[in-house]
């Protein structure tokens, strides 16, 4: 079982900085791979960001640049470094953890595990 916490969310101006943050804790939390969601009412939840147990990295092409995904892994969190932050990042963002398919990490389906969200308004 993996139990995630994510916060660090907040307002934002147009073309500033953000740091989330997801913690990770439970008996299979080593053993995952971990991502970052993001959810609108326009657009759904779509995948953002994610980290395979040895740090490779994939990126949703809207974030491509500006977003990095990184882990500490003693610590068991999960991080995401938002920059040059646009009103279209305004959304719920939540962490995941599961054991997707390597063609589908930025699926939602593939994840099992799921944080509260934390909101990031952009304006």
């Known amino acids: 079982h993996v139990q995630l916490v994510e916060s660090g969310g907040g307002s934002v101006e147009v073309g500033g900085s953000l740091r989330l943050s997801c913690a990770a804790s439970?008996?299979?939390?080593?053993?995952?791979?971990v991502a970052w969601f993001r959810e609108t009412p326009a657009k759904g939840r779509e995948g953002v960001a994610h980290i395979s147990e040895d740090g490779d990295t994939t990126y949703a092409e809207s974030v491509k640049g500006r977003f990095t995904i990184s882990k500490d892994n003693n610590k068991k969190v999960l991080y995401l470094q938002m920059n040059s932050l646009k009103p279209e990042d305004t959304a719920t963002y939540y962490c995941a953890a599961g054991w997707p398919y390597s063609r589908r990490l930025l699926e939602a389906d593939e994840y099992k595990y799921w944080g509260q969200g934390t909101q990031v308004t952009v304006s």
């Open positions: 439970g008996s299979t939390a080593s053993r995952v791979c």
